[in-house]
Nanobody, 127 residues
Framework: QVQLVESGGGLVQAGGSLRLSCAAS????????MGWFRQAPGKEREFVGG????????YYADSVRGRFTISRDNAKNTVYLQMNSLKPEDTADYYC????????????????????WGQGTQVTVSS
């Protein structure tokens, strides 16, 4: 059982940056592919980006590509979401997710493909 804890959310002005972290407790993340999702009030959860188990592959939603970057530090059991040039429409609760991944380079973009989820961290971007 992987327990994921997100941190780093907060209030930021449009154009600003935040870095979210997703840490695992009592478990190594090195065997898991990871993903970030978000859910805005009144909207469905949507995929933000994902990173392969090895870290060699990443994939992003069109809405964040070029502004957000996912990275991982397996030695620290942590995955990061660097968010730059934030827009008010990025306001949402952000969740990290994990799944076992035997394929080291595959990135998963669908919510149902993930097994473990964090509790979320809130990001608010003011205009």
């Amino acid at each position: 059982q992987v327990q994921l804890v997100e941190s780093g959310g907060g209030l930021v002005q449009a154009g600003g940056s935040l870095r979210l972290s997703c840490a695992a407790s009592e478990e190594t993340l090195s065997t898991y592919a990871m993903g970030w999702f978000r859910q805005a009030p009144g909207k469905e959860r949507e995929f933000v980006g994902g990173i392969s188990r090895s870290g060699s592959s990443t994939y992003y939603a069109d809405s964040v590509r070029g502004r957000f970057t996912i990275s991982r530090d397996n030695a620290k059991n942590t995955v990061y979401l660097q968010m730059n040039s934030l827009k008010p429409e990025d306001t949402a609760d952000y969740y990290c997710a994990a799944r076992d991944a035997y394929n080291g380079v595959r990135v998963y973009s669908m919510g149902y493909e993930y097994v473990y989820w964090g509790q979320g961290t809130q990001v608010t971007v003011s205009s």
